[in-house]
């Protein structure tokens, strides 16, 4: 019997959209909301606009990296949830069927979801042998599941790396913004020896609001990257746990009388 499993590009894509239109929300948020600031609070936006203005061209760059961590923390947290790796309800759909011994039944119901945990019963279940009724070839099984999880894994670890990357990237820029920024003071002082203090504190703050700038955008993007990291090794885990736990119950369920054989109906006290 042949069976399709779900394609993980769909929920990926739906991941994409929903993170898309939350990063559109958060960006044009303070635009719908402008008409209702007050002059102080607009006075003060403008000062923070004219604050981050003064790093230079750098912070053209920096900028494109907020937004990217923006949006990657939204999309990865759309996609790493428990109902999108290993929800109850099919854990015990699956279970259940796996009790009774009915793996196709099983094979069927895992092929409908398209959820980490059913694409991977989905994909090793068929490895199962009934001729081998020690351990109906679990060993087959479990190296079925560690090939999908091995696949499967680089699509969600890939849009986490990105958070590694900019938190390595981003300092970097704030760096080659500081030295631009040093140059351009060394210029001024070059060109009007120290004469100009407004020409040359604008240099300096250039140089340091581009490094405080890649350093407060590398950190969150270094803690997110972790975290995400963390919780994907541990959906992972779950579903795996829950993989070899089906396979304990349907070799116990097969192998039940005669477990149940070895044991006496009672015991004589001496």
């Given at each position: ?5 779900v ?14 239109v939350?990063?559109?929300?958060v ?24 604050l981050?203005?003064q ?10 990296c ?13 996609q ?16 259940d ?32 042998d009934?001729t ?60 009007t020896?120290?004469?100009d203090p ?73």
């Amino acid at each position: 019997m042949t069976t399709q499993s779900v394609s993980p590009e769909k929920p990926f894509l739906t991941g994409f959209i929903q993170a898309a239109v939350c990063l559109g929300s958060v960006l044009f948020a303070p635009v719908l909301l402008a008409q209702d600031t007050t002059e102080e609070a607009a006075k003060s936006s403008q000062s923070f606009l004219d604050l981050l203005l003064q790093g230079g061209w750098a912070m053209i760059p920096l900028g494109l990296c907020s937004i990217a961590i923006v949006f990657l923390a939204v999309f990865n947290f759309i996609q790493l949830k428990k109902s999108k790796f290993c929800p109850a309800d099919l854990e015990a759909s699956l279970m259940d069927n796996m009790r009774n011994c009915m793996v196709r039944s099983t094979i069927e119901v895992a092929s409908t979801s398209p959820t980490f945990l059913g694409r991977m019963m989905a994909y090793s279940l068929p490895a199962i042998d009934a001729t081998k009724t020690d351990d109906l070839g679990r060993e087959s099984v479990e190296d079925k599941m560690a090939d999908f999880t091995m696949k499967e894994n680089r699509p969600y670890m890939n849009w986490i790396t990105y958070l590694s990357i900019i938190a390595q990237v981003a300092p970097m820029l704030g760096l080659l913004g500081t030295v631009s920024g040093m140059i351009r003071a060394f210029g001024v002082l070059a060109s009007t020896g120290g004469t100009d203090p407004q020409k040359l504190s604008g240099a300096i703050s250039e140089a340091l609001i581009t490094t405080a700038t890649g350093l407060a955008i590398a950190i969150p993007a270094l803690a997110l990257f972790f975290f995400f990291r963390n919780k994907l090794s541990a959906l992972v885990a779950d579903c795996h746990s829950s993989g070899e736990e089906m396979l304990d119950v349907a070799v116990a369920s097969v192998h039940g009388d005669q477990l149940m054989a070895k044991v006496p109906e009672g015991l004589s006290v001496q």
